[in-house]
């Protein structure tokens, strides 16, 4: 199908019947910019117009899609050759619509997994590169942020030994393995926290409220009060490798 020569023959049959571009184009009620358009051969006209553009122009759609006046033979031999480039024109565009869906599936599921993967860092479930323990904790140091007492922490145990990250601030060398030791040493604390402020069980989706409210308990024994401080300031520390 040869949009330039049917353009032509768009325009050769206008001028035939002595329709000017504004005037054809408020017949099918279309612009005069699209009736230009399909006589310069870069769109064809919609499906939708083409029955009643045939009529205004006194041709067949064969003659139409041919882009010249036909003979009975000639038409003939036309309709099959537009019935192949109609099967070929749908076979294109259902290839290219395949092409288009799959590039969309996959643009969507790229964003999902760097969108997801950003969310559940933000939420403490997995942690970003960048905040994991890098370097040796010394206050002295200039990239160093903070003041932390990590001898304080590893005098407590060993789990909670601290470095920095590549930004200076404090993180636990192994989070994971300091948030174990904490609900099993400070588990009174923990639950102090959760029975005085109707929490959830301590996880790494709400251990911000933990850390908020663990200075404010006003309940329970001394022991448990100090625990529940611990808890407070255990999780300054632990936020750093998710924030």
């Known amino acids: 199908m040869n949009q330039e020569k049917i353009g032509k023959f768009i325009a ?5 019947k002595n329709f000017t571009q504004e005037q054809l184009a408020e017949k099918l009620s279309v612009s005069k910019n699209a009736v230009s358009k399909w006589e310069r051969g870069l769109n064809l006209p919609d ?13 067949s759609l064969n003659e139409l899609f041919a882009g010249e006046i036909l003979n009975a033979k000639q038409i003939k031999n036309q309709s099959e050759n537009n019935l192949l480039n109609i099967l070929k024109s749908n076979n294109q565009k259902y290839k290219k619509y395949q092409i288009i869906l799959f590039s969309i599936i996959t643009i969507s599921i790229i964003i999902t997994i760097i969108l997801g993967r950003l969310l559940f ?19 002295d140091e200039s990239n160093i942020k903070g003041n932390v007492d990590i001898n ?32 099993k040493d400070y588990a009174k604390g923990i639950k102090l926290i959760q ?19 663990g200075w404010q308990v006003t309940s329970g024994t001394k022991e448990e009060r100090e625990q529940a401080k611990f808890v407070s300031i255990f999780m300054d520390i632990y936020e750093n490798s998710f924030n």
């Open 195 to 213: 029975k005085e402020y109707h929490l959830w069980p301590l996880s790494n989706f709400n251990f911000k409220t933990y850390g908020t409210y």
């Open 121 to 139: 860092i933000r939420l403490g479930f997995i942690q970003d590169s960048n905040l994991k323990y890098t370097q040796i904790y010394l206050n």
């Open 152 to 183: 304080m922490f590893g005098k407590i145990n060993i789990d909670f030994d601290i470095g920095a990250n590549k930004y200076g601030y404090a993180v636990f060398k192994n989070p994971s393995k300091a948030m174990q030791r904490l609900k």
């Open 47 to 59: 499906v939708s117009l083409m029955e009643e553009l045939c009529k205004l122009l006194d041709i």
């Open 12 to 16: 050769l049959r206008r001028k035939e």
